[in-house]
């Protein structure tokens, strides 16, 4: 007959959604390589822009994500957020669960 206990963090390590932590506090592996190539990417697409470029650029790509979580007052935080110096943005952006707190 199966077992009805919960799965222990070992089992159910590969199965966790995206951002979440495993057993010992450690980020999956493919989460963080997602989020470091896309700091990267974000990075070197804004590196020759203008600060107006890429406050105009971040705020295309950010806005969505803000909207899915808080749409009435999107515009307003997407703005305050652009507020913040561009790695931290970049950073955000990268990470979206951070989003969510």
Request: proline share 9%; aromatic share 0%; glycine share 0%.
């Given at each position: 007959m199966p077992s009805t206990d919960p799965p222990t963090p070992s089992e159910k390590k590969g199965n966790l959604p995206h951002g979440e932590m495993d057993g010992n506090n450690n980020e999956t592996r493919l989460e963080k390589g997602n989020s470091v190539a896309m700091s990267e990417t974000l990075h070197a697409q804004v590196a020759n822009m203008t600060n107006e470029e890429q406050r105009s650029f971040l705020g295309d790509r950010l806005y969505p994500m803000v909207e899915a979580i808080q749409?009435?007052?999107a515009e307003k935080v997407t703005g305050i957020l652009l507020s913040m110096?561009?790695?931290?943005?970049i950073?955000?952006?990268a990470n979206p669960e951070v989003l969510y707190t």
């Open positions: 749409s009435r007052e110096e561009t790695p931290l943005v950073s955000l952006m």
